[in-house]
């Protein structure tokens, strides 16, 4: 067995393999980043080395650097985690060329499977189900539209060496053709320094499916049942859980005996995954259920697998990296209940998504459930690296109390005063056509309107706002209005949110909500959501730091990138005022009417935080 482990990885990942290998009694070695230095994963390990500054390019995947830091410790082994480099063969075979032992595939298995177009023709020799498109050397843009006519429309063109959602373009019409091939070329090669693309037939009412697989280096390969990863944002896995929903005991059979199929095709070890498109338009059936590529490492969502069979999957990691067999056969494994993961992030869902960094004066995650995460109260969200906070793993009997128990746990978390998407979990986990289990990979897209929640405060939030302030006897800032005989007296209260002050008639339900001093400020927790509130004030002028009196505020925390106008400057409306940067995101902010820029609080290089205000416009006369 393996005595002592390098991680060469970060935060919830980390603290991943850390919990197990102080299990199995193995001795850890954590690398890290400057920044990271008082990262949870740092004084977790036994032993810690700094790698670098924060740009990953510099620290965690400088490859020369975490093999000097394992043989400066004497670490005999490596494990990657996900990310960074835990699908790159050249770093697999320097491992073991420094005579370490490599957890994770074999290089050869990685190479296989990381071209997309290289891994489903060899599927098709394995005799596993691929879906119908061209995977072809020919790359004329006439030979490809040609292929793409063929096929049928809606295509889709993927970039060969694509993955993370990039490098993808839908096609619905033959005249779109063109110009979809040469977008996709582009990112492509600024991507992945490839443009060679493959075209798919488009599925519709598509679901993601894919199959956990474990080989040993004795020839055996099992697998460990299902997942459905079909609840996506951007190609960004939101929800994942196992088993799939809908899915009976023959299209399992086919479908995981298909992923056995291809993980022997390429001689696998170790942990991997096949996934699966689905056409769901018709219910799961394994004669609709495609190849789509293999992921040769851990996967994020792994935690539900070891929810519904019981098993440590990074147990399994370390026992066969040290030369063990599997530690079950496939008859003794079973599926019991059902599991589901959230990936909470830090970002504004109500503000498109965008990134949240910053530091984490509160962060209370639910109890009752398994919740891996990377930061802790007190840390920070950096803008360096993926903005995920935590995941939270529910397991129950079934699929209705799994999805109950998830959007209820998302309810409960407490952050600020980063933003995350925790509102919009709970309300994901408890729509009606989600535990239905109506979901493909549209579902999001389908039902935003539902699923974000708004950026004003809703009237359950004003309510309990309201409720949470009234002081004793409500004599303050109560008011009978509309009173008359035998009629019963409204009571009004009025109150700040969000630095917007509300008049808010109290109906009769009651209080909820969570009222919590945080930071020299009053934050009402409800739902996922957080919001600061307060008496109104005498000076009080409504409104403050709204678009409408020409403030602009931040969108996000952020780093100011440029600044192309002066106080005193004429604008006009829809004119550059000045671009914020976020976790490699640019967001422009314009004037949004002509005018003059009265003031301006924001010089290049400058850090912002959320809300703050950045320039303001007053309009032009006449």
């Keep these: ?318 026992r066969v990296a040290s030369g063990e067999p599997l530690p079950k056969t496939q008859e003794q494994l079973s599926i019991n209940g059902w599991a589901m993961e959230a990936r909470l992030y830090a970002e504004n869902p109500s503000n498109g998504f965008l990134p949240s960094t910053g530091p984490l004066t509160r962060l209370r995650l639910p109890r009752g459930i398994r919740v891996d995460s990377g930061v802790e109260e007190g840390g920070e969200v950096s803008p360096y690296y993926d903005p995920m906070i935590a995941k939270l793993i529910v397991a129950a009997p079934s699929r209705p109390a799994a999805a109950a128990k998830l959007a209820q746990a998302a309810a409960r978390v407490e952050v600020w005063p980063v933003r995350t998407n925790a509102a919009f979990l709970a309300r994901a986990a408890a729509d009606p056509d989600f535990v239905a289990g109506h979901v493909d990979t549209g579902f999001i897209e389908r039902h935003a309107d539902r699923l974000v929640p708004p950026a004003e405060p809703s009237e359950a939030v004003q309510q309990a706002a309201a409720r949470a302030l009234l002081p004793e006897g409500a004599d303050a800032w109560t008011s009978l209005t509309g009173f008359r005989t035998n009629a019963t007296a409204e009571r009004r209260v009025e109150v700040e949110v969000a ?36 008496a109104p004030r005498a000076d009080h002028a409504g409104g403050g730091g709204a678009v409408s009196d020409g403030a602009l505020l931040a969108p996000m925390p952020g780093k100011v990138i440029a600044v192309e106008v002066a106080e005193g400057d004429a604008v006009t409306k829809g004119q550059k005022l000045l671009v914020l940067e976020a976790m490699k995101m640019e967001q422009a902010m314009l004037a949004p009417f002509d005018g003059i820029v009265a003031e301006l609080k924001a010089s290049v290089g400058g850090q912002v935080s959320e809300g703050a205000m950045l320039v303001r416009v007053e309009k032009a006369e006449g």
Excluded at 504 to 516: E, F, P, Q, T, W
């Design 1 to 318: 067995m393996i005595r002592s482990l390098l991680i060469a990885n970060r935060g919830e990942i980390a603290r991943r393999i850390i919990r197990t290998a102080r299990k199995m009694g193995i001795r850890t070695v954590a690398v890290h980043s400057d920044v990271d230095a008082a990262m949870p994963f740092v004084r977790e390990a036994d032993e810690a080395v700094c790698i670098g500054p924060a740009p990953a390019r510099e620290s965690y995947l400088v490859q020369a650097k975490i093999l000097e830091a394992a043989k400066a410790t004497g670490a005999e082994a490596i494990h990657p985690g996900y990310g960074f480099l835990s699908e790159n063969a050249e770093f697999a075979e320097a491992v073991g060329a420094a005579g370490l032992v490599w957890v994770g595939a074999p290089a050869h298995s990685i190479r296989a499977m990381g071209l997309k177009d290289a891994a489903k023709k060899l599927m098709v020799e394995a005799g596993v189900p691929v879906t119908p498109g061209y995977m072809g050397e020919d790359q004329d843009p006439s030979h490809l539209k040609a292929e793409a006519d063929r096929i049928g429309y809606p295509v889709l063109i993927k970039a060969v060496a694509g993955g993370g959602g990039k490098g993808m373009r839908k096609v619905d019409r033959p005249e779109d053709f063109a110009d979809a091939l040469l977008s996709c070329q582009r990112e492509a090669a600024s991507s992945f320094g490839d443009d060679r693309v493959l075209i798919e037939k488009y599925i519709l009412g598509p679901r993601h499916i894919e199959v956990q697989v474990f080989g040993d280096r004795h020839g055996h390969v099992v697998h460990l049942f299902e997942r459905d990863c079909s609840l996506q944002r951007r190609h960004q896995k939101v929800i994942e859980e196992a088993p799939a929903p809908g899915m009976d005991a023959a299209t399992r059979t086919a479908v995981c005996e298909a992923a056995v199929k291809a993980a022997k095709a390429v001689d696998y070890v170790g942990a991997g995954t096949i996934e699966f498109i689905a056409d769901a338009s018709e219910g799961l059936r394994a004669d609709r259920i495609w190849f789509m590529e293999m992921n040769t490492r851990l996967q994020v969502e792994h935690p539900v697998t070891e929810a519904i069979t019981g098993q440590d999957l990074v147990e399994w990691q370390l």
């Design 499 to 534: 630095g917007h002050s509300h008049l808010v008639a109290l109906d009769d339900g009651a209080a909820g909500g969570k009222l919590r001093a945080v930071g020299g400020e009053t934050l009402l927790f409800l739902d996922g959501e957080a919001w600061p509130i307060e």
